[in-house]
C-alpha cells in the first residue's frame, strides 16, 4: 500500500443518506476530511450537511476526481456499491457495513486481484490519520498526532490501543481497523508493511483475535521483514471452540486458530505480546 | 447454521447429487419402510454412528421399537425430532468429497480423500486432494479427482458432481458441504452416503426458503460457563473477548461473552442484564465500555434502569471510557453507582465479593 493513498483527498460517501452514512459524513467532515460527495439510490439532489447527493459513483465521477470511497451501505446492497468503486477505478475503498454474505466478498476479492482499487474491511471502522484525515468512524477526539502504527481486528480495541497511547502521549501515525469478518480486503501484512516503509512510523501496534490463520502468516512476515518494534496482544484466549464470538470471523476452528497458539507464533517473530489490551498500551514505548 | 443430514440431503437432492432413497420419519408420522432400511437419527454431532445414533432393521417387527428407541436416546445431549430412513447401501468403497472456503486464499475448494469414513481425521494431513475449483473448471478437476481417487472409468460422473455440488455450494450460500462417506457401491454408482452442510447466516437475507431446525444463533450473546461466577458486559467484539480474557486471567470464571455492540441503546443493555440474571451462580458483573459510536450517557442510564427494575442484581464493577463519558459520571453520581477507572480495579474488586 502506498502512503499517499491516505492523505487528504477527495473522499466521497456510498450511503450518505442512511442513518450511519449521514451520521458519520458529518462526522469526517467535522474532522476535516474532504468530503466532496455522496451516494444514494433514491436521492440524488439533496445536500446531507451541504454535501452533495448523487445516485451513482460514476454519476459523481462527471464533477468530481474521487480518491477514496467509505461505504455504509447495507449488506444485502453492499457488494454492488464496492463492484460500482472497483468498476471506477477507486484508488481506496473503505467499506464499514457489517454481515455481507461470504460469497460476495469471495466474488470480490477475485474483482480487486488485478484492479487497481486497495479495499480495506468490510465490517471495519476504517482509518484515522490522527490530525490529518478521518476515513470511517473512528472517534478523532481519541487519537493523538504521531509515529505509531496500530493495524486491527477489532473495533474498539483499535479505540481501547489508541485512547491508551494517547493518554500516555504516544502519538499515532495511523489507526487501521481491518476488520472482524473472516474474508477481508487489506490484511496484517499489507499494513505491516506500510508502517515498515513509511520513516515517519517508528513502532507498530497489532491486534487481532481467534480465527482464521493471519496473525500466523503476520508472524512469518515479521520475521522476514519487519525491522520496526511490533507490540501484540491477541484476543480471545477463553473461548470456546467452534463457536462464534461477535465477529463472523472469530470462531476457533483448528488449534492454528486460537489466541495462545497465534501468542506463540508472533513471539516467537519478536513481536512484544501482552496478556491483556491494557498492558499492550502499556508496553509500548 | 448447521444442517441436519435429511435438510442437507433434500438439498443435494435437488441439486441432481446422487443421495440413497430415503423417507423421513416423524414423531407422528412413520411412511412405509422398505426393507432392509437403514436408520439415522437427526442430530447435529458426528460420528452417531457409534453412539447408537444409527440402526439397519431387516425384519418388519424391529421397526417400531428401533424408531421408539431413536426418538429416546439423546446423543450427546442431542433428542432427534426427525429420523432419516435410508435404503441400505452395498458398499464397495468410501471416500471423502467436500467442498470448502479457504479464507486466506479467498477461493472455493475441493478437498478430497481416498479413505473416507469415520475416521477421515486419521489420514495424514498431506495425503488430502485440494483443487481449487471456479464455474469453468469442474472437467479438469473431474479428472484429477478420478486420478487421485483411482476411479478411471468415473471420470465423467465425478465431473458432473464436482460441477452440481459447486453450484449448490454457491446457490445455496454454503460455507461447507461435506459428503463423507462418499459411497462407491458394487454397481458401481457413486452416491452421497452422508452430509454434512452449512450455510452463511449473513445471507439469509436471500434465502426466503430456509427453514432448518438450527436456527441462526445470537452470536453477541455466548454463554461460555452456566456456573460461572463473573458476568461480563462490553462493546464491540473484540473489547468484549479481551474482557472475558481479563476475567479469567485474573483466576475468576467467567460465565458469558457479551458484545452490546456499537451504538447500544439503554433497552439493549437492559436486555443483557435479563440474560445474566438467568446464570444460577453469578456474584459479580463487570461492565467495560469504551465508547466510540457508543454514548456512555446511554448505557449509564441502562444501568441505573436495571438497577431499580432487578432487585437481585449482583454487584457491578463498572469501567466506562469514551464519548459522554462525564454526562454518565454525573448521572450514575447521582445514584451513588461508582465508575472504576480501569478494570483492572474492576477485576480486583470483583475478586473480593465472588468466590473465583
Redesign the interface.
Same mark, same amino acid.
Given at each position: 500500500m502506498d502512503k499517499n493513498l491516505f492523505i487528504a483527498k477527495n473522499v466521497i460517501i456510498q450511503g450518505i443518506t442512511g442513518g450511519q452514512g449521514s451520521f458519520h459524513a458529518k462526522a469526517m467532515k467535522a474532522a476535516g476530511t474532504n468530503v466532496v460527495a455522496g451516494t444514494s439510490p433514491n436521492k440524488a439532489g439533496e445536500v446531507v450537511d451541504d454535501i452533495p447527493v448523487y445516485v451513482t459513483v460514476n454519476d459523481i465521477m462527471k464533477d468530481h476526481s474521487v480518491d477514496i470511497s467509505v461505504i455504509f451501505v447495507p449488506?444485502?446492497f453492499a457488494k454492488a456499491a464496492i463492484l460500482e468503486s472497483i468498476t471506477a477505478k477507486v484508488p481506496l475503498i473503505i467499506c464499514i457495513t457489517e454481515?455481507?454474505? +461470504?460469497?460476495d $466478498? =469471495?466474488h470480490i476479492?477475485?474483482r480487486i486481484v488485478g484492479g487497481s482499487s486497495v479495499l480495506i474491511g468490510p465490517n471495519c471502522?476504517g482509518v484515522l490519520l490522527p490530525g490529518v484525515n478521518k476515513l470511517g +468512524?473512528?472517534?478523532s477526539g $481519541?487519537g493523538l498526532a504521531g509515529s505509531v502504527g496500530i493495524v &486491527?481486528? &477489532?473495533? %474498539? =480495541? %483499535?479505540? !481501547?490501543a489508541m485512547?491508551g497511547l494517547t493518554a500516555r502521549g504516544i502519538g499515532q501515525k495511523y489507526v487501521i481497523g481491518i476488520g472482524?469478518d473472516?474474508?477481508r480486503g487489506t490484511g496484517f501484512i499489507e499494513c505491516l508493511d506500510l508502517f515498515e516503509n513509511d520513516p515517519d512510523v517508528t513502532s507498530i501496534v497489532m491486534?487481532g !483475535?481467534?480465527g482464521? %490463520?493471519?496473525e500466523i502468516?503476520a508472524a512469518e512476515h515479521i520475521k522476514n521483514n519487519i525491522t520496526k518494534p511490533v507490540y501484540g496482544?491477541i484476543? *480471545?484466549?477463553?473461548?470456546?471452540a467452534g463457536?462464534? =464470538?461477535?465477529?463472523? *470471523?472469530?470462531i476457533l476452528g483448528s488449534d492454528d486458530e486460537s489466541?495462545s497458539s497465534k501468542t506463540a507464533r508472533l513471539t516467537e517473530a519478536s513481536v512484544r505480546m501482552s496478556? &491483556? +489490551?491494557?498492558q499492550l498500551t502499556q508496553s509500548v514505548k | 447454521m448447521k444442517l441436519l443430514e435429511y435438510e442437507a440431503k433434500t438439498i443435494l437432492r435437488n441439486a441432481k447429487i446422487p443421495v440413497p432413497n430415503a423417507v423421513v420419519i416423524t414423531r407422528d408420522f412413520t411412511p412405509e419402510l422398505k426393507l432392509p432400511v437403514v436408520l439415522k437419527s437427526q442430530v447435529p454431532i458426528g460420528g452417531r454412528g457409534k453412539l447408537g445414533g444409527i440402526v439397519i432393521v431387516d425384519a418388519p417387527e424391529d421397526i417400531t421399537p428401533t424408531i421408539d428407541t431413536l426418538f429416546d436416546l439423546p446423543i450427546r445431549g442431542y433428542l432427534p425430532n426427525a429420523i432419516l430412513a435410508e435404503e441400505k447401501l452395498a458398499i464397495k468403497n468410501e471416500y471423502y468429497f467436500s467442498i470448502v472456503i479457504n479464507k486466506s486464499q479467498a477461493t472455493i475448494e475441493l478437498v478430497a480423500h481416498k479413505n473416507g469414513g469415520v475416521e477421515v481425521e486419521a489420514n495424514d494431513h498431506d495425503s488430502f486432494l485440494h483443487v481449487t475449483l471456479n464455474h469453468r473448471n469442474a472437467e479438469q478437476a473431474g479428472e484429477q479427482l478420478a486420478e487421485y481417487l483411482d476411479l478411471p472409468g468415473q471420470s465423467f460422473v465425478l465431473q458432473d458432481l464436482i460441477e452440481n455440488t459447486y453450484k449448490c455450494f454457491v446457490k445455496n450460500d454454503a460455507t461447507l458441504l461435506e459428503i463423507n462417506p462418499l459411497v462407491l457401491t458394487t454397481q458401481n454408482k457413486l452416491v452421497a452416503g452422508d452430509c454434512k452442510m452449512e450455510v452463511d447466516n449473513s445471507a439469509a437475507f436471500r434465502h426466503p426458503e430456509w427453514d432448518f431446525e438450527d436456527k441462526p444463533a445470537n452470536a453477541n450473546f455466548v454463554v461460555l460457563d452456566n456456573q460461572g461466577t463473573v458476568a461480563t458486559i462490553a462493546n464491540g467484539a473484540g473489547l468484549a473477548m479481551a474482557t472475558v480474557d481479563a476475567v479469567a486471567t485474573a483466576g475468576m470464571r467467567p460465565a458469558n461473552f457479551l458484545d452490546i455492540g456499537g451504538g447500544a441503546s439503554a433497552a439493549s443493555v437492559l436486555t443483557a442484564f435479563e440474560r445474566i440474571m438467568e446464570f444460577p451462580n453469578i456474584q459479580a458483573i463487570v461492565i467495560n465500555i469504551f465508547a466510540g459510536i457508543t454514548r456512555c450517557d446511554e448505557v449509564a442510564r441502562a444501568i441505573i434502569s436495571a438497577k431499580s427494575h432487578i432487585t437481585t442484581l449482583p454487584p457491578l464493577f463498572i469501567r466506562l471510557a469514551g464519548t459522554n463519558f462525564e454526562a454518565a459520571a454525573e448521572l450514575l453520581a447521582v445514584e451513588n453507582i461508582s465508575i472504576l477507572a480501569t478494570l483492572d480495579e474492576c477485576l480486583s474488586a470483583a475478586k473480593e465479593v465472588s468466590n473465583g
Open positions: 449488506a444485502p454481515g455481507i454474505p +461470504i460469497h $466478498m =469471495l476479492k477475485q471502522p +468512524i473512528i472517534p $481519541m &486491527s481486528r &477489532s473495533g %474498539t =480495541l %483499535t479505540y !481501547e485512547a472482524g473472516p474474508v491486534i !483475535e481467534i482464521g %490463520t493471519d502468516a496482544y484476543a *480471545g484466549h477463553h473461548a470456546p463457536v462464534q =464470538l461477535g465477529h463472523a *470471523g472469530a489466541a496478556d &491483556s +489490551i491494557v | -
